[in-house]
Each structure stands twice: as structure tokens, then as C-alpha cells.
């Protein structure tokens, strides 16, 4: 049975930074690549960055050059650098496979708000 666990979510400010993480039991990250999405309030999930097997990271263009995503394989943790947060940016935010073809956890809340 696959499950993400995602957490460190929580309130920031307009250009501030947070990390979040998600471990995941029934699949490997180093094998099956991971991936982050997001889903606002009111919003269909969109996809935010990918990390292959192989190590290779993709972006979505609205948090390139702010985001990083990074995996660390003996603990097989995704994680997500979040930096210079805008207020566009509050969302649940989700981690699966490379495809997200997988059943979603239950998310980690990230809300960037003055």
C-alpha cells in the first residue's frame, strides 16, 4: 500500500521561506521519481516541480528560480525549498510519483499571508 505523509506546512510571510517534507512507504523516490503539486482554495491541483530517478528537476514556471525540490534517498523524504513566498502561493501542497499516479495523502497546508 503506497501512502505520503506530507508536513511542514504553516503561516509565512510575503517573501519569506519555508520547507516542507514528505515521506512515503511503499514506493522508492530514488526509483519512481517524486513530485510536488499544489491545489488553492477554490482551484483545480497543479503540478509545482518534479525530480527524476536520476536526479534531474523540472518546475512549473510561476515558482521557478523560488522553489527547489531535493530528495534524500536514505530516508526516502521529497523535500521542498519554498523561497521568496507571494501570497499566490497558499495552497495544500502534495507530493506523489513522478506521474502523481498515485492515491494523494493528505497534504500539509501552506498559507503566506500578512
Known amino acids: 500500500q503506497v501512502q505520503f505523509v506530507e508536513s511542514g506546512g504553516g503561516l509565512v510571510q510575503p517573501g519569506g521561506s519555508l520547507r516542507i517534507s514528505c515521506v512515503a512507504s511503499?514506493?522508492?523516490?530514488?526509483?519512481?521519481?517524486a513530485g510536488w503539486w499544489r491545489q488553492a482554495p477554490g482551484k483545480v491541483r497543479e503540478w509545482v516541480a518534479h525530480?527524476?530517478?536520476?536526479?534531474?528537476?523540472t518546475y512549473a514556471g510561476t515558482v521557478k528560480g523560488r522553489f527547489t525540490i531535493s530528495r534524500d534517498s536514505a530516508k526516502n523524504t521529497v523535500y521542498l525549498q519554498m523561497t521568496n513566498l507571494k501570497p499566490e502561493d497558499t495552497a495544500v501542497y502534495y507530493c506523489?510519483?513522478?506521474?502523481?499516479?498515485?492515491?494523494w495523502g493528505q497534504g500539509t497546508a501552506v498559507t503566506v499571508s500578512s
Open positions: 511503499g514506493i522508492i523516490f530514488s526509483i519512481d521519481g
Open positions: 506523489n510519483k513522478y506521474w502523481g499516479d498515485r492515491g
Open positions: 525530480i527524476s530517478s536520476g536526479g534531474t528537476t
